[in-house]
């Protein structure tokens, strides 16, 4: 009974380099979110994907970052050519419908230096 | 453009006592508001929601009142145990999708 698992746990990459973090929803759920947490700040909304779909991305920047749910496999989120400024938690949720309830994991740190 | 706001960014309750976390929202098409709670080094956890069109849900503990014309709503917790301390989160819900979260209260029950 694997609630949302998300890898890894905490991620350090250098200016310019690219990060991959991975979200493997809670079985049966085919709803992934995406949410972002800044030091010192609620968490914001980045993208919303259904399997081989995106349903809303409007809380993505536009450059550098991307998303994707295959339909093996878990969501990736990836951001090239990370900055300081993408430092953050990032933090992964699934449903099983649009509207239920969203079970979160764990998180994801991002430490650029 | 915060829509949803939470004021006091941490509060302090002796163990026993009621604790009252208070969140206001502008966007009046939000559907449901949830109210989740968060462990350092993990995700938020579900706690208890409310939709639009009521005003007082009870969960054992917790009770979320909801002022729609105030554009409030808050979360008592009563009796306020240890376990209790974390940060809060008020999130309003439109369209079946994102959630739209508020700054976080960190709550400390004193023993």
């Known amino acids: 009974n694997a609630g949302v698992m998300q890898n890894p746990r905490h991620l350090v990459r250098r200016r310019g380099q690219e990060a991959r973090l991975r979200c493997s929803p809670m079985k049966g759920h085919s709803h992934v979110y995406w949410y972002r947490q800044l030091p010192e700040e609620g968490l914001k909304f980045m993208v919303y994907?259904?399997?081989?779909?995106?349903?809303?991305e409007s809380g993505m920047p536009k450059e550098r970052f991307s998303a994707e749910f295959p339909k093996e496999g878990p969501s990736i989120l990836r951001i090239q050519q990370v900055v300081r400024g993408d430092s953050a938690a990032y933090f992964c949720?699934?449903?099983?419908?649009?509207?239920?309830?969203?079970?979160f994991g764990p998180g994801t740190r991002l430490t650029v230096t | 453009d915060q829509q949803v706001k939470q004021n006091s960014p941490s509060l302090s309750v002796q163990e026993g006592r009621i604790s009252i976390l208070n969140c206001d929202y502008t966007n009046s098409m939000f559907d449901y508001f949830l109210w989740y709670k968060k462990y350092p080094a993990e995700g938020p956890t579900f706690l208890i929601s409310?939709?639009?069109?009521?005003d007082k849900n009870e969960d054992g503990r917790f009770t979320v009142f909801l002022n729609k014309s105030a554009k409030h709503l808050s979360l008592h917790i009563v009796p306020s145990q240890p376990g209790d301390s974390a940060v809060y989160f008020c999130a309003g819900l439109f369209g079946n999708e994102k959630l739209t979260f508020g700054t976080g209260t960190r709550l400390t029950i004193i023993p």
């Open positions: 409310i939709s639009s069109i009521k």
């Open positions: 994907l259904q399997k081989e779909n995106i349903i809303d």
């Open positions: 949720a699934s449903s099983y419908r649009g509207g239920d309830e969203q079970y």
